[in-house]
């Protein structure tokens, strides 16, 4: 039984402001000691359900935050940015089932620090629906024949994974109250609901849905100025359908995931240009 976990940041228990989530905030190091010991919880926790193997994905930010030498060492671990497949970097048909771990609202959302990919990013949509990184990265998993077993974060994602990954194990550590406010359970509590729910998803894999995606998909990302809109439309494929929208019909996800992750290096470099100039007036 292989297994594959992406871990997020901003949906682990304790977490709630952007001090923490941000390399530098003063809260990060302990966010860092918070998703690292929640990795440990679903990593123990898919061992118990009847994993013979786990990799886990480091998909938050720079995606180097786990502490490495506090990670369960029966698992290995893909980390480091950019990454083709971003997320779900690692993720292949031999595995049986995939775990989603820490995960968010998508932009747009009333959820805990909720995006969609990037902080820099209005919506994300595909097929015109407004979509959160779970269910991007599912589409991938999709593709590959894998079903989503565990899903876990606030309350408005709980809600989301609950409504469109059929029979997959939903966790909820925390309620949003505002983008950056939350009502947590303890991370001890939390470690524990992960664990318990890694456990049942693992051990319950053979009887989940493979879900089937329909092809192609349109992918709409407002980006977060004109100039990077401008600029997001000389990638060959797409094309600026407002002030601010790229837009590309895609014939694979693991396209849509790929473009996603060119658009949002462009549209950190571009904010990035903005803040400079901005600084020398």
Do not use: W
Not at 72 to 91: I, N
Not at 184 to 201: I, N, Q, Y
């Amino acid at each position: 039984m292989r297994v594959y976990i992406s871990i997020d940041m901003e949906g682990v228990a304790g977490v709630a402001t952007l001090d923490q989530v941000v390399r530098g905030g003063t809260g990060y190091a302990r966010a860092q000691e918070l998703m690292t010991r929640e990795a440990n919880a679903a990593i123990a926790g898919a061992f118990e359900g009847g994993a013979t193997s786990v990799l886990i994905n480091d998909s938050h930010g720079t995606m180097d935050n786990l502490l490495h030498d506090r990670l369960d060492p029966r698992a290995r671990l893909v980390f480091g940015s950019p990454k083709a497949q971003c997320m779900a970097e690692g993720l292949t048909d031999d595995c049986d089932v995939a775990l989603f771990v820490g995960y968010h609202a998508p932009a747009g959302a009333p959820g805990v620090l909720a995006h969609t990919f990037s902080a820099h990013f209005g919506e994300v949509r595909i097929n015109g629906a407004r979509v959160s990184e779970a269910e991007v990265n599912a589409l991938y998993a999709a593709a590959l024949g894998v079903p989503i077993g565990l899903v876990t974060g606030d309350d408005v994602i709980g809600a989301i994974a609950s409504e469109v990954f059929a029979g997959a194990t939903v966790v909820t550590v925390k309620t949003a109250h505002g983008f950056s406010a939350a009502d947590t359970v303890a991370p001890s509590v939390a470690r524990e609901l992960v664990r318990e729910g890694a456990a049942r998803a693992v051990a319950g894999a053979a009887s989940l849905r493979r879900p089937v995606t329909a092809l192609p998909l349109t992918l709409e990302v407002d980006m977060p100025s004109p100039v990077a809109a401008e600029l997001g439309a000389c990638i060959p494929g797409c094309s600026r359908t407002a002030d601010r929208t790229i837009t590309a019909v895609l014939d694979s996800a693991e396209d849509v995931l790929g473009l996603i992750t060119v658009l949002y290096e462009l549209a950190q470099g571009s904010e990035r240009a903005k803040q400079v100039l901005t600084n020398r007036r």
